[in-house]
């Protein structure tokens, strides 16, 4: 079975532009769930998406968003990118909501 | 505010020593723990977990050994191998029915020395 999937897995954007993010959960997954990665804050929960709602939502700012589609895929966006958002950017997929998560390699995201 | 602290943000261990990896929670609300180990350029992989009814769970070479009144938890490793040389997170989430949202730890970096 193949895993969690992520695309792009890198890419450089400037400030103010906006960027989509992809990710294909493990086959069955139903609950998808993103985080964010930065050297001194570590995974930080973005949002999860089950069944094409969003379930749960961390503290970010609005310029994140998501959403799930009917195949369980799920795409991120991040609108007027900040020289701060420059992180890894993982995905993670699970059964359920209260399943185990498997992650995707991430995207690393470079803002300049 | 963190939630879930690994403060130890290093680990340096010989190989076939046990290597013991600490992680303290704040939130009693926390009723289930996970550890992951992530490589470079690698998404978090799930190592083991434990149920906040359990003090001790054992999956060949790792073991976690759960504090509730300490709010503590723990990951043990033996005998520690060179492949185990990663970082290694600690994540805790409320069970709601409803929602996995996972609270991660800073992680910390174990480097298993020949």
């Known amino acids: 079975k193949a895993g969690v999937t992520q695309t792009p897995r890198y890419l450089i954007k400037t400030r103010g532009q906006q960027v989509t993010l992809s990710c294909s959960p493990i086959?069955?997954?139903?609950?998808v769930s993103w985080y964010q990665q930065t050297p001194g804050q570590g995974l930080q929960f973005l949002f999860e998406?089950?069944?094409?709602?969003?379930?749960n939502k961390g503290n970010f700012p609005g310029r994140f968003s998501g959403r799930q589609f009917s195949n369980s895929r799920s795409e991120m966006n991040v609108s007027t990118l900040e020289l701060g958002d420059s992180a890894l950017y993982l995905c993670?997929?699970?059964?359920?909501?209260?399943?185990?998560?498997?992650f995707g390699p991430g995207t690393r995201l470079l803002v300049l | 505010d963190q939630q879930v602290k690994q403060n130890s943000p290093s680990l340096s261990v010989q190989e076939g020593r046990i290597s013991i990896l600490n992680c303290d929670y704040t939130?009693?609300?926390?009723?289930?723990f996970l550890w992951y180990k992530k490589y470079p350029a690698e998404g978090p992989t799930f190592l083991i977990s434990?149920?906040?009814?359990?003090d001790k769970n054992e999956d060949g070479r790792f073991t976690v050994f759960l504090n509730k009144s300490a709010k503590h938890l723990s990951l043990h490793i033996v005998p520690s191998q060179p492949g185990d040389s990663a970082v290694y997170f600690c994540?805790?989430?409320?069970?709601?029915?409803?929602?996995?949202?996972?609270?991660f730890g800073t992680g910390t970096r174990l480097q298993v020395t020949l």
């Open positions: 993670a997929s699970s059964l359920e909501p209260l399943g185990a998560q498997y």
């Open positions: 086959s069955g997954h139903r609950s």
């Open positions: 998406y089950f069944s094409e709602t969003q379930r």
């Open positions: 939130n009693s609300m926390f009723d289930y």
């Open positions: 434990i149920s906040s009814i359990k």
């Open positions: 994540a805790a989430k409320i069970n709601t029915g409803t929602a996995s949202k996972l609270t």
